[in-house]
C-alpha cells in the first residue's frame, strides 16, 4: 500500500523553463509535506517543506502548493538549471500522531528523476 | 554538507554475517531515523530514536537491532545477514518533527 506516490518516473525539462513535480498522497492523517533531491551516492538533500494549514510555501526558485482536497501537492522550480538534475522525493509524515506507532516516520514517493537541458 | 556522518561508506559481507553500521547526527539534534533504500522498495523508514529512547518501528526485520547513545550517536546493527538485505542505509537526524536531515548513507552488499 503506497500512501505517497509520485506518479512520473522522469520528467526532462529545457533550461530557464518551469519544471513542475507531482505527489500523491492517500493517508489523511499526514500534516506535513517535505521534497528531497538527491544526486547518486549521496544522500537525500532538503529542499523544501509545507504544513498542512498553509497551500503555498515559497523559497527562492522553489514552491511547494498543497492541495489538501485532492491530496496532491507540487513542486515548481522556477527557472529550471542543469544543477537540478536530480532525483525528487516527495514525502509525508503525521506529526499530530503523537506517541503512535509510526511518529516521527517519513513516508516516501518512488522519486522523479529531473533532467534539465541545456 | 547536512552534518549527518555515517560510517562504513561501503560495507561488503557474506550471507549468514553480522553488521554494525554507525551514524552521528547534527549538533543539537536529538531524534535519529534510519532508512533503508533498496531498488525495488524505495527509502523506507526502519526506527526512530529519541534522546536514547526507542519511539517508532517501521517494517525493521527482528534481525535488525538499533540503539542511540548517551552521546546521541547511533548503530544500526544488522544480523544473519541475507543477500536481500543488500541496500543503501541511510541515517537522518532532526530537533523537531519537521525537516529531517540525511547522512551519505552506508552501502551494503551481502554475497
Known amino acids: 500500500d503506497q500512501q505517497v506516490k509520485q506518479n512520473s518516473p522522469s520528467l526532462s525539462v529545457q533550461e530557464g523553463r518551469i519544471s513542475i513535480l507531482n505527489c500523491d498522497y492517500t493517508?489523511?492523517?499526514?500534516?506535513?509535506f517535505l521534497w528531497y533531491k538527491k544526486y547518486p551516492a549521496e544522500g537525500p538533500t532538503f529542499l523544501i517543506s509545507?504544513?498542512?494549514?498553509?497551500d503555498k510555501n515559497e523559497d527562492g526558485r522553489f514552491t511547494v502548493f498543497l492541495n489538501k482536497s485532492a491530496k496532491h501537492l507540487s513542486l515548481h522550480i522556477v527557472p529550471s538549471q542543469p544543477g537540478d538534475s536530480a532525483v525528487y522525493f516527495c514525502a509525508a509524515s503525521a506529526r499530530g500522531n503523537a506517541g503512535g506507532t509510526s511518529y516521527g516516520k517519513l513516508t516516501f514517493g518512488q522519486g522523479t528523476i529531473l533532467t534539465v537541458h541545456p | 554538507d547536512s552534518g549527518v556522518t555515517q560510517t562504513p561508506k561501503h560495507l561488503i559481507t557474506a550471507t549468514g554475517q553480522r553488521v554494525t553500521l554507525r551514524c552521528s547526527p547534527r549538533?543539537?539534534?536529538?531524534?535519529v531515523y534510519w532508512y533503508q533504500q533498496s531498488l525495488d522498495q524505495g527509502l523506507q523508514f526502519l526506527i526512530h530514536y529519541y534522546n536514547g529512547e526507542e519511539r517508532a518501528k517501521g517494517n525493521i526485520l527482528e534481525r535488525f537491532s538499533a540503539q542511540q547513545f548517551p552521546d546521541l550517536h547511533s548503530e544500526l546493527n544488522l544480523s544473519s545477514l541475507e543477500l536481500g538485505d543488500s541496500a543503501l542505509y541511510f541515517c537522518?537526524?532532526?530537533?523537531?518533527?519537521?525537516?529531517?536531515?540525511f547522512g551519505p548513507g552506508t552501502r551494503l552488499t551481502v554475497l
Open positions: 493517508n489523511s492523517m499526514f500534516d506535513y
Open positions: 537522518a537526524s532532526s530537533l523537531s518533527l519537521n525537516e529531517q536531515f
Open positions: 509545507i504544513s498542512s494549514i498553509k
Open positions: 549538533s543539537g539534534d536529538l531524534s
